[in-house]
């Protein structure tokens, strides 16, 4: 009933769901005979494994709302799934990286593509399948256009209706940008930014495990993720701007809905506080080399 609305991600994390962990539980018992005590099993043994909050609090909700529809569709009186209780989960992860590891993992990247890449990640709050499904049209000087996404190779929307904005570049980022279009020689607008041999964008999967974590291991920056990236920026403008002009570099929904994103251009609060997180980091990173 639902499937023709699903991203393809969600697809598959609802296939994995309904294949992989409802069915073997299930079986062929009876909807009747489905039990709270069988379910609450099947969310305490996801948490014993090690399944994130996340995964579990999904595992929940899809459950009800599967059960949900027996009830309206009439097999079921009643949800069992309806009072499950969420079982204590493994600490969800807060990695960010101090001003001190930004400079020294930058400081360690020698191609002006990885430090492009690695600024952008911290400065303009991306996500990994943001980043990688850029073109260059989409960089409009002080903006960049964030409006696809790249999930498991496909591309398609961004996470959110809220995730589709523009975000601030700060002034020397914009000189980098440009430097890179002349080094990538004669690109059309619609080019991926961080292209392969072939043209296609860069697997960010593949480079975060096969370069930049070995690249940040060696110099004792462990912990590297895309999303300890995204944090780093969350967490180091703080005091250099207020709260919704880190949400709006964010594109977190509460923010997108504040500022009306979608209509407005960004506010000069917003690129006033990625300038000086950026101002922040270039003292650092002469520090640290002097």
């Not at 069915?23 to 948490?47: M, V």
């Not at 809905?257 to 917003?270: E, F, N, R, W």
Request: glycine share 6%; hydrophobic share 40%; net charge positive.
């Amino acid at each position: 009933m639902h499937q023709k609305r699903w991203r393809p991600k969600t697809a598959r994390e609802l296939n994995y769901f309904f294949k992989g962990r409802l069915e073997p539980l299930i079986g062929a018992t009876a909807l009747g005979d489905i039990t709270r005590f069988q379910l609450q099993q099947q969310l305490n043994r996801l948490a014993e494994e090690g399944a994130s909050g996340s995964l579990v609090r999904k595992f929940r909700t899809w459950t009800k709302a599967v059960l949900d529809e027996a009830i309206e569709q009439r097999f079921l009186e009643r949800n069992p799934a309806r009072k499950l209780a969420i079982p204590n989960t493994r600490p969800s992860c807060k990695r960010f990286l101090t001003v001190e590891e930004v400079c020294k993992l930058l400081g360690s990247l020698v191609h002006q593509r990885d430090r492009l890449i690695v600024r952008l990640f911290v400065l303009c709050a991306l996500r990994r399948g943001e980043l990688f499904a850029f073109r260059w049209d989409d960089w409009q000087g002080a903006l960049l256009r964030v409006d696809e996404s790249i999930v498991e190779g496909e591309l398609g929307p961004t996470k959110t209706q809220g995730s589709t904005a523009h975000v601030a570049v700060p002034k020397s980022l914009q000189l980098e940008l440009e430097c890179w279009r002349t080094a990538c020689g004669d690109v059309t607008p619609r080019d991926f930014m961080f292209a392969s041999s072939r043209g296609t964008p860069l697997d960010g999967h593949n480079y975060l495990q096969r370069f930049l974590q070995p690249v940040a291991e060696k110099i004792g920056v462990p912990g590297l993720t895309f999303q300890a990236l995204r944090r780093t920026f969350a967490t180091l403008v703080q005091g250099k701007g207020n709260v919704k002009d880190a949400q709006a570099q964010l594109r977190h929904a509460h923010a997108a809905t504040t500022l009306g994103i979608y209509t407005q251009a960004i506010p000069d609060s917003v690129a006033a506080a990625v300038e000086a997180l950026d101002k922040e980091l270039a003292k650092k990173g002469k520090e640290a080399v002097q």
